[in-house]
């Protein structure tokens, strides 16, 4: 039984009470009733309509907007501000001890927290498969647009609740501007987004390619969607169990990179191996460089050791042996073994992607180089945050003008000085420089390369010295662990 | 039955050490007063008993569960009210009760009456069927305990109870601890109040910079601090005779106020009676005899007083 979860009980009291029922209720019908009337309306006068079928379709896509809406965006932002209010109302406290397992919480706030918006989404997908069906959809095609409404509605509730753990606790003033904001800016996107949709001719039937496997498009995003939305669950129940450890322990982001990767590699493999691709090949090949580099810029945040788990290592490292360790040892330990190891990961599928694209392996080999160059400097400046935040909590403001600086002077002193060769400097400039087929040239490549070496070691100096500095304050301290 | 053990506790945020080597038992229906100014690390100490904060070093038993490994079980048998709580707004008492009794894993069937016991325990009957956001901020804190009433722990967790209370509050929150107390249960608690926990804790330890710096019995600190029993007896004529008697027959230096003689003396029952036998074979009429017992106030006062033996790190920078 639904309400055997103790949350979801404590939700229906809360959401379910007759005043604030029927106050959500009146809503709904009052929009469903000028939905009813304005296409009537329009039916009768044959102005919008001419047959009874594009009426029942045109509701169809209506319905179906407002069930994106419910799902995604109203259920999102309920989920995600759960556990703000626990912390806010000064709850959070009693939640955290609730005897509850992982798995029991996080469905009790997905479920419980969305109770209203669910019974509302449940009515809607009963008008939407009438109005589907009588509108002259397949039962395939309605199968596939409920399988896809509910995938993303999966992932965006699970997301939003991911992101909202650990969360300060914001005024809730705050959270419905952001959600008008939201409801502002998204609104419009996806009833447009609707509308492209139902001007797709038999996107039941259109293929979307998985390695050599053809799958029907909206099929195969939904699964892809799963899949992560499967992480997400994973992330919630790590983060309900285990609150004060980062979303990703080692194996977890080495698995869900490798995961990433190889489900990005299946979206490519078909466009990298077209022999008809000829030129379009290399852009396949950066295109999916490109994409499979974004997790190498979230990852890190969602995985950092913190300086107290450093020290907490040193401690346990100190206790075993005897009051001594070196600190090759603790930088072995540290955030950027594992950042470095998740690029060597990138590496590999990087070399996979041009040997399917048949593309220069030497040529991309120092291109790789030189990304990992500026990674390199871009994860020590988030290093230097881990280690020098405690004793100087506003470094994190001088490090972001540091990377804002990094990336736009080059760009800028390119367009003043007129010298062509400074904006490859920048990240965002070399991204441009190496999709340039006729810039590419390996004078510049290692002179970049150099360069962010050498901007390399002011931050590795510091990130060094802390790690010796810890050592040292470990030493120091009174009492052993 | 020994139901919390603490052994080689430590907390560290960086180079801070909020709790250090912290090391304690605690037998059934023993109630510990902690007590220590503040940042001593008394809620860090009770954070990391709750379960709620991770120890980096050291161990935590509670009825046998390991607090590593078995926080949920030992979540089942605690009751922790922290320091600054609230309840859910939106729910009314009733319905609050019985969301923490659904959690809590009570059985379906006697919630109701669990309910029922834990309102009358904390006299919010009447309110049953108001919201929470209508209680003032003293019934919100009795309704806290009552919320940790209605699962039946075996041990409570309460970080500053009475803090931000009114008089009435405080008087009517110490009632129910004493209930508590009377129930046999196992207490630890947290205040500034030290007259507070006099009235009803068996057991106290003293915290400062982190460190347990002492603790046992109330009468064992006592004797600690003190090194002595403080004696008050009561004369009716020859107060001189008296005096010089009392300081002839046990060398401690006994004052003189009024017609009483005050002693700090380092005995037994068995002196105290030779004592009183030796003043009434020299003809002194004793009207009174009775050892003064010191408040917990009186007692962290003097302990502070003697920081240097009990306390070396206190008031330093």
């Known amino acids: 039984m639904i309400f055997d979860n103790p949350l979801i009980l404590r939700y229906k009291y809360i959401q379910m009470r007759p005043r604030q029922f029927w106050l959500y209720m009146t809503i ?49 932002f309920s989920s995600g501000s759960a556990i703000r209010e626990e912390v806010f109302e000064k709850t959070y406290d009693f939640f955290r001890m609730l005897p509850l397992s992982a798995r029991t919480k996080a469905a ?82 996806i009833i447009n987004g609707v509308i492209a949709m139902a001007g797709f001719k038999d996107i039941e039937t259109k293929p979307g390619y998985f390695f050599e496997f053809k799958i029907p498009v909206l099929v195969l ?55 008809s691709g000829g030129l379009f090949l290399r852009q396949f090949n950066l295109g999916f460089w490109l ?116 990336v736009i002077l080059p760009l800028i002193l390119a367009g003043v000085l007129e010298v062509e060769g400074f904006y490859p400097h920048s990240p965002l ?53 | 039955m020994q139901v919390l053990e603490v052994s080689g506790l430590r907390k560290e945020f960086g180079t801070l050490v909020a709790v250090d080597n912290a090391s304690f038992k605690m037998e059934q229906g023993q109630i510990m007063g902690l007590i220590g100014p503040n940042g001593a690390g008394k809620t860090t100490l009770l954070r990391m008993l709750a379960t709620v904060l991770r120890p980096t070093i050291g161990s935590i038993k509670i009825l046998g569960y390991d607090s590593a490994t078995e926080y949920l079980r ?38 109701p009456r669990r309910i ?66 009377g129930e046999g249960k196992t207490v630890i608690i947290s205040s500034h109040i030290l007259t507070e926990l006099s009235d009803f804790c068996t057991h106290i330890a003293i915290m400062n910079k982190g460190k347990i710096v002492l603790s046992g019995s109330i009468d064992e600190i006592r004797q600690r601090v003190y090194n002595a029993r403080r004696i008050i007896i009561s004369v009716i004529n020859d107060r001189e005779k008296a005096l010089a008697a009392v300081n002839e027959f046990t060398l401690a230096g006994a004052r003189l106020d009024g017609n009483n003689i005050t002693l700090d003396i380092k005995t037994d029952e068995t002196g105290l009676a030779n004592l009183n036998s030796h003043l009434v074979s020299k003809g002194i009429g004793v009207c009174g005899f009775r050892e003064e017992k010191t408040d917990l106030e009186d007692l962290f006062m003097e302990l502070s007083a003697k920081q240097d033996e009990f306390m070396p790190e206190a008031g330093k920078p």
């Open chain 1, 108 to 189: 009790g706030i997905l479920v419980g927290k969305n109770l209203i918006a669910l019974l509302l989404a449940a009515f809607n997908f009963v008008l939407i498969s009438v109005f589907g069906i009588a509108g002259g959809l397949t039962p395939m095609l309605l199968f596939q647009v409920i399988l896809t409404t509910v995938s993303v509605a999966i992932f965006a509730n699970s997301t939003a609740l991911l992101s909202s753990i650990n969360t300060k606790g914001k005024k809730r003033k705050n959270e419905i501007i952001a959600f008008v904001l939201l409801a502002f800016f998204l609104g419009p996107a």
């Open chain 1, 291 to 406: 994409v499979s580099l974004t997790p190498l810029l979230m990852i890190p945040f969602a995985s950092i050791r913190s300086y107290e788990r450093y020290f907490e290592y040193v401690s346990f490292s100190f206790a075993r042996s005897g009051g001594h360790i070196n600190p090759l040892r603790m930088t072995l330990y540290s955030n950027l073994t594992l950042w470095l190891g998740l690029f060597g990961i990138w590496i590999v599928f990087a070399i996979i992607s041009t040997f399917l694209s048949k593309q220069s392996l030497g040529e991309n080999l120092i291109t790789i180089s030189v990304i990992l160059s500026f990674y390199l400097f871009v994860l020590l400046l988030l290093e230097v945050n881990v280690v020098v935040n405690p004793s100087t909590p506003k470094i994190w403001v001088l490090l972001i003008f540091v990377f804002g600086v990094y």
């Open chain 1, 28 to 76: 709904y019908i009052s929009i469903l009733l000028m939905i009813f009337f304005i296409n009537y309306t329009g039916y009768k006068n044959e102005t919008m309509y001419s047959t009874i079928t594009a009426l029942f379709k045109s509701l169809f896509y209506q319905f179906l907007v407002m069930q994106i809406l419910v799902m995604w965006i109203w259920a999102s």
């Open chain 2, 116 to 181: 029922d016991d834990a309102l009358r325990f904390v006299e919010l009957e009447e309110k049953r069927n108001d919201f929470v956001r209508h209680l003032s901020r003293g019934m919100v804190q009795r309704m806290g305990v009552g919320v940790l009433l209605v699962h039946q722990p075996d041990v409570f967790l309460l970080d500053e109870p009475a803090s931000g209370l009114d008089p009435k509050a405080r008087i009517q929150l110490r009632e129910i601890l004493k209930k508590l107390a």
């Open chain 2, 74 to 111: 030992i979540r089942k048998h605690i009751g922790y009210l922290p320091d600054f709580f609230n309840l859910y707004n939106e729910l009314t008492l009733r319905e609050c009760l019985e969301f923490f009794g659904r959690a809590y894993g009570v059985d379906n069937k006697i919630l």
């Open chain 1, 221 to 275: 995003a939904s699964i892809i969607i799963l899949y992560f939305s499967c992480w997400n669950v994973k992330g919630l129940l790590r983060k309900f169990t285990y609150e004060d450890k980062p979303l990703y322990n080692r194996p977890g982001a080495i698995l869900f990179l490798m995961g990433y990767e190889l489900v990005m590699l299946g979206l490519f493999y078909h466009y990298l191996t077209d022999e």
């Open chain 1, 429 to 481: 400039g070399y991204a441009v420089y190496i999709a340039d087929l006729t810039q590419q040239k390996f004078l510049t490549d290692m002179r970049v390369a150099m360069v962010n070496l050498m901007l390399c070691i002011p931050p590795a100096a510091v990130v060094i010295g802390r790690y010796i500095s810890i050592i040292n304050a470990r030493q120091q301290m009174q009492g052993t662990p």
